[in-house]
Each structure stands twice: as C-alpha cells, then as structure tokens.
C-alpha cells in the first residue's frame, strides 16, 4: 500500500487555468518523492493539499490507506520539516525536539526516553543543552527534523528548505537529508526548483508543468530520457 496516494488531483484558484490538473502520484512507504519544475507550477499547492493547508477541489488525498481530504493538518501525522525559523531560540535543543510531546501531554519519562532515543540517530546527544542560536545550519535541520520524529509522523514534508543557503552549505544539507532519510526510512516528499537536489536526492522525481505532471520517474531513467 503506498504511504500516500493522489488521486486525480485538481486545485482552482478562482477561474483561470488549474494550478493543480489532475493529478496522480503514489508515494510508497519509505520513498523519497521529489517535486520539481519551475516557479509557479504547483508544487507549493500540491504539497499544501498533501499537509491539509490547502482545500482540494477534485480528486482524492489518501494517507496511510485513509482518505484525508476532509481532515485538518493536526489530525493527518505528517511532518513538514521547516528549516532554522521554526525552532524556538530561546528553548534549548532537548526542550525543542521535547516541544510536540509536551503539546501532547506526555509524560517526563516518556519524554525524556523519546528526546534521548531521538537524539542519538541524529548525532544531537552531546548538544541537547545548546540553543538553536549556536548551532551549525546541519545541526538545526537536524534539530527540527528530531522534533519531527519524536511524533512518529507517517511522513517528512520538505518545501524548498535550501533555498535560502549559500551552495557549499546546500551540498551538505543535500547530503545529509539523504543520508537522514535513509537511516530513518521515513516517507518524503520534497518540493525543489532545484535539478541537481532532484536528481541527487530523490528516489523518484515528478515533474510538474503549469500544474499537470509531465514526468514520474528514477532519476536514472530522467537522466536517460528527459
Ligand atoms: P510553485 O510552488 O510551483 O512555485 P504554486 O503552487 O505556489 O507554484 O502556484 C501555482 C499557481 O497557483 C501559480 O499560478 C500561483 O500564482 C497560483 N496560486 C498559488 N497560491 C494561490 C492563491 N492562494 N490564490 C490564487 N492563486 C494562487
Ligand atoms: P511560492 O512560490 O514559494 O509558493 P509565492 O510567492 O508564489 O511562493 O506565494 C506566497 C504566498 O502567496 C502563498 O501563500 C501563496 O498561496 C500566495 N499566492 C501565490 N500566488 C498568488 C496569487 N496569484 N493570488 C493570491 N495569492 C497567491
């Protein structure tokens, strides 16, 4: 069963063209989904329809075998993992991958156990008393993936969070999700203008065009048939 399934996707924005047509895209457990193509194609939007920030006008959103389309962001156990601006300066590390579980009202113990657990895979266990202000950029898109897992969310979201770094900090941030991604074998999707990112980091690539999905595809198969 795939992780998520799009079934003829449509988004209307008041009476121009779609910016999301018709659309189909499953996204098997585990797999790392690129959306790619150029500004304004719909990526954003689609990915808004996947969190449940965005209404869908036609078609069906099924996560985890379940049709979503009427659930709120909260009640569909995804992540969308955003870079630095999303941790909380002030708290520390631990206290930030702490911070959905103690929304949920868990227990200390039961927070303390899923922090450390946590924060081992992630190689944070010897900073969880810094603050977000003192870490390197890989450390906080580690920090704010942490309090992704904590959740145990069925998937990670990512909308364009390299965009704003410098190239030589984008290759290491490029390394490191994939390497991430992998050791978690966590569901994403993750929305790219970029073609190295989409050609390097994904497991398969869907290219969208002025909303209609033009390919779907291995990166291997992009590069031998584009
Ligand atoms: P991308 O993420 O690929 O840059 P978007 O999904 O942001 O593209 O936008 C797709 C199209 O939908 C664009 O034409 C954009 O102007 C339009 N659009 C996006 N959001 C809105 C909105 N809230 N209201 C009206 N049009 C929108
Ligand atoms: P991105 O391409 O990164 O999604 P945009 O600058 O296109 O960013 O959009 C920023 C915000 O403006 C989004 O919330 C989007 O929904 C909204 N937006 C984009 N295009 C339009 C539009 N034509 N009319 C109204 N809102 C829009």
Known sequence: MAAIEMKNIVK?????????????????????????????????????????????????????????????????????????????????????IAFPLRLAGKSDSEVDEKVREASKTLELDEHLERKPGNLSGGQRQRVAMGRAIVRDAEAFLFDEPLSNLDAKLRGQMRTEISRLQKRLGITTVYVTHDQTEAMTLGDRVAVLKRGVLQQHATPRELYENP
Do not use: W
């Open 12 to 96: 209307q924005y008041g009476d121009g063209f779609p910016a999301v047509n018709d659309v189909s895209i499953d996204v098997e457990d585990g797999e790392f989904l690129i959306l790619v193509g150029p500004s304004g194609c719909g990526k954003s939007t689609l990915l808004r329809m996947i969190v449940g920030l965005e209404d869908i006008t036609d078609g069906d959103m099924v996560i985890g075998g379940k049709k979503v389309n009427d659930l709120a962001p909260r009640e569909r156990n995804l992540s969308m993992v955003f870079q630095n601006y999303a941790l909380y300066p002030h708290l520390t590390v631990y206290e930030n």
